[in-house]
């Protein structure tokens, strides 16, 4: 059974930074894609972020690129999304997911994703 657990995820002024974590068990993290899941009040749970296995590929949403950057280290087994700049917009429970793919690809949609993390909460005041 593979087991994701976030951690980072806390109360920040606008303009702020946080790093969140996702640490994964219990199977070969580097056969999996990794992505960032931001699930705001009220709304759907939207990608925001993703990886491909070896780090070749990486995808953002519109509204983050150039502030948010996703890393892995799978020596570590952990994927990672530094958040920069941050705004009140990017307020909400943030997942991580993994998925089986090829070598290069990402998934970007959430049914796309076998297994998900319980979230971490970043709430970004002004």
């Known amino acids: 059974q593979v087991q994701l657990v976030e951690s980072g995820g806390r109360l920040v002024q606008a303009g702020g930074s946080l790093k969140l974590s996702c640490a994964v068990s219990?199977?070969?993290?580097?056969?999996?894609?990794m992505g960032w899941f931001r699930q705001a009040p009220g709304k759907e749970r939207k990608l925001v972020a993703a990886?491909?296995?070896?780090?070749?590929?990486?995808y953002y949403v519109d509204s983050v690129k150039g502030r948010f950057t996703i890393s892995r280290d799978n020596a570590k087994d952990t994927v990672y999304l530094q958040m920069n700049s941050l705004k009140p917009e990017d307020t909400g429970v943030y997942f991580c997911?993994?998925?089986?793919?090829?070598?290069?690809?990402?998934?970007?949609?959430?049914?796309?994703?076998?297994?998900w993390g319980q979230g971490t909460q970043v709430t970004v005041f002004s």
């Open positions: 997911a993994a998925g089986a793919t090829a070598l290069g690809a990402i998934w970007y949609r959430d049914f796309e994703y076998d297994y």
């Open positions: 219990g199977r070969t993290f580097s056969t999996y894609s």
């Open positions: 990886i491909s296995r070896r780090s070749s590929n990486t």
